[in-house]
């Protein structure tokens, strides 16, 4: 970890909704939060969003390992 990067594996996916679909060339903006972090395992909920309206939502766990030095 020499550079500060990480690799993340996606380790689950829960509590995912889908509001409303996106046309092809929409701008998705992501809102990330880490809600738990224990050693290399984290938690964290996340809105996607399309000219300001939130067309997805989902909970996930990720691995967090050392990236390449």
Same mark, same amino acid.
């Given at each position: 970890?020499?550079?500060?990067?990480?690799?993340?594996?996606?380790?689950?996916?829960?509590r995912?909704?889908? *509001? %409303?679909?996106v046309?092809?060339?929409?701008l998705?903006?992501?809102? =990330?939060?880490?809600? !738990?972090?224990r &050693?290399?395992? *984290? %938690?964290?909920?996340?809105?996607?969003?399309?000219?300001?309206?939130? =067309?997805?939502?989902? !909970?996930?766990? &990720?691995?967090? *390992?050392?990236?390449?030095?």
């Amino acid at each position: 970890m020499g550079n500060g990067a990480s690799l993340v594996y996606f380790t689950a996916i829960d509590r995912t909704t889908f *509001a %409303r679909p996106v046309a092809p060339g929409g701008l998705l903006a992501l809102d =990330v939060v880490l809600r !738990q972090r224990r &050693a290399s395992m *984290a %938690r964290f909920g996340g809105v996607a969003r399309v000219g300001g309206f939130a =067309v997805a939502e989902a !909970q996930f766990t &990720a691995m967090l *390992a050392p990236g390449p030095a």
